[in-house]
């Protein structure tokens, strides 16, 4: 029993623990569900445009927030600009489900129409599941709490949001901005995994952003309660740049989608298969391109690279690039974890001469590492790429977009960036469906994103008369 507890967080600029926060047990969760049960029907009963209405006031207060949602996030991840850029593209993220969302649901089939059994019609009758639970993990706070939520709250549903304990300080003033529109039915409780199991029991649907380790024990148990479990889980996503491919502008993209957030982004590029006939200069144009990034420190304002956001991640990568070096792998640019100012940092690392087996290249590294493999044929490339317990996305660099796309239609993979990488952290419509390791279920972009979250009821109509029971005896009447 968790009541009354409290948890502390670190800062990720200067390792201390500066923040703390209340602890919702297990009675805290049940309490905050049964209110948000009580919201659920007059917030469904709405209806589209109302609830569009509603959401779009809380965009507004939001936006308005922003400054305080903002200082923050920063002060839990550590980086200023991206975390500005975030709480942006949440905001983003009401408005646009508010409008598609409404356009959706007003333009779904309701019937009634024939059936392919004579006599008979169907009408189809939509409702939300009551309660939606998401679970999110640390590395984007606010954009991942509420990725899923959204379209949950515009199908008519109550959200109840577990954000990660390691970043906890955006709560409060997303709790504040809750004031603006009394009527949402979403509340956020704060905690650590017994608070996400807490959160399983009480949903009648959950959406879990996080490692595959701890995505195995969700959907285990949702299956004990025969809820649906949405998983997002981890990559290692693979980049093949061909021997058409102009290797400067190549390295440019392999650089940005590798480091972008220190790395600890999903779908950042964590393998690059590179074309031995443009390797060399390649490699060259990475090595310059990556030893010009700063880390934005001591100002956060400057520079690119911020801290790793957990600590304990700094030591993990420091692991890999330990284990890789170990067995022969050379380190071209990078390659030390620093601490400055209390926080671990990690300069771009582009190593070579890595093999298969090594964790660099079969486990999650979640930082700005590159690992570049060369190739002769084609067909080595795909089979290196795919060769993966995961399968989230991936990216091909080529001449042009007709050869990307043949090679992109044999990747094991649920998105393909085609001509530029990890475009997923962009793009909110690509509908797509993790594959492997990587995920489980409907896709939480593009309108499958919202419909998952409608259940359907069908209302069978008899027209004609209703059968006899002699319609249903057996042949000869025994
Ligand atoms: P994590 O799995 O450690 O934790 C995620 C969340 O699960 C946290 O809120 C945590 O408190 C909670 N949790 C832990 N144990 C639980 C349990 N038994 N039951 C219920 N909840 C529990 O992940 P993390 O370290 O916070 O995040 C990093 C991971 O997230 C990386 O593997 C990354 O690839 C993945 N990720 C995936 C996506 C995607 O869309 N596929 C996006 C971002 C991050």
Not at 227 to 237: F, M, R, S, T, V
Not at 280 to 301: H, K, N, R, S
Request: aromatic share 6%.
């Amino acid at each position: 029993m968790l009541g009354g507890a409290v948890m502390k967080a670190h800062n990720p600029r200067t390792g201390k623990e500066d923040y703390e926060f209340a602890v919702a047990g297990p009675e805290e969760v049940q309490a905050i569900s049964a209110r948000l049960r009580g919201l659920q029907p007059g917030w469904e009963a709405l209806g589209p445009d109302g609830r569009a209405a509603l959401l779009l006031r809380w965009a507004d207060a939001m936006e308005q927030a922003a400054p305080a949602i903002v200082t923050a996030l920063a002060q839990d991840t550590g980086r200023s600009t991206i975390s500005n850029i975030e709480v942006q593209a949440a905001v983003g993220n009401i408005r646009r489900w508010a409008a598609r969302g409404t356009e959706l649901i007003q333009g779904l089939p309701r019937g009634p129409s024939p059936s392919v059994t004579p006599g008979i019609e169907i009408e189809t009758d939509y409702s939300a599941y009551p309660l939606f639970g998401a679970i999110a993990p640390w590395n984007f706070p606010v954009l991942l709490s509420h990725v899923d939520a959204v379209p949950a709250l515009m199908a008519g549903c109550a959200a109840l949001i577990k954000p990660s304990e390691q970043t906890p300080r955006f709560v409060e003033p997303m709790r504040s901005v809750l004031a603006a529109v009394p009527e949402l039915p979403l509340a956020y409780a704060l905690g650590g995994p017994e608070t996400g199991q807490s959160v399983v029991d009480a949903v009648d649907y959950v959406c879990f952003t996080g490692s595959t380790g701890t995505g195995r024990k969700v959907a285990e148990a949702a299956g004990r309660r025969l809820i649906p479990a949405n998983l997002e889980l981890g990559g290692k996503d693979p980049m093949i740049v061909t021997s058409s491919a102009e290797p400067e502008w190549a390295a440019a993209i392999a650089l940005r989608a590798s480091i972008v957030a220190t790395g600890q982004a999903c779908q950042s590029i964590e393998r690059v298969y590179v074309a031995r006939a443009i390797a060399e200069p390649f490699l060259a144009a990475l090595v310059e391109l990556a030893q010009g990034v700063e880390f934005a420190f001591p100002d956060p304002e400057k520079g690119t690279l911020g801290p790793f956001i957990v600590p304990a991640q700094g030591n993990t990568v420091a692991a890999q690039l330990a284990e890789a070096r170990g067995q022969g792998a050379r380190v071209l640019t990078g390659g030390e974890v620093e601490t400055l100012g209390g926080g671990r940092y990690l300069r771009p690392t582009v190593l070579v001469d890595v093999t298969p087996q090594m964790a660099v290249m079969r486990e999650e590294t979640f930082g700005p590492v590159i690992p570049v493999t060369m190739f002769d044929h084609i067909d080595e490339a795909i089979a290196a790429a795919n060769d993966t317990q995961y399968g989230l996305s991936a990216a091909v660099l080529a001449g042009d977009l007709e050869e990307a796309a043949a090679i992109g239609a044999r990747l094991d993979a649920g998105a393909i960036s085609l001509q530029d990488g990890a475009l997923t952290s962009i793009v909110g419509d690509a509908t797509n469906h993790s594959r492997k390791a990587s995920g489980l279920g409907p896709s939480r972009m593009g309108d499958e994103g919202l419909l998952r979250f409608m259940r359907r009821k069908a209302l069978i109509h008899q027209k004609g008369a209703a059968a006899p029971l002699a319609a249903f005896a057996e042949e000869g009447g025994a």
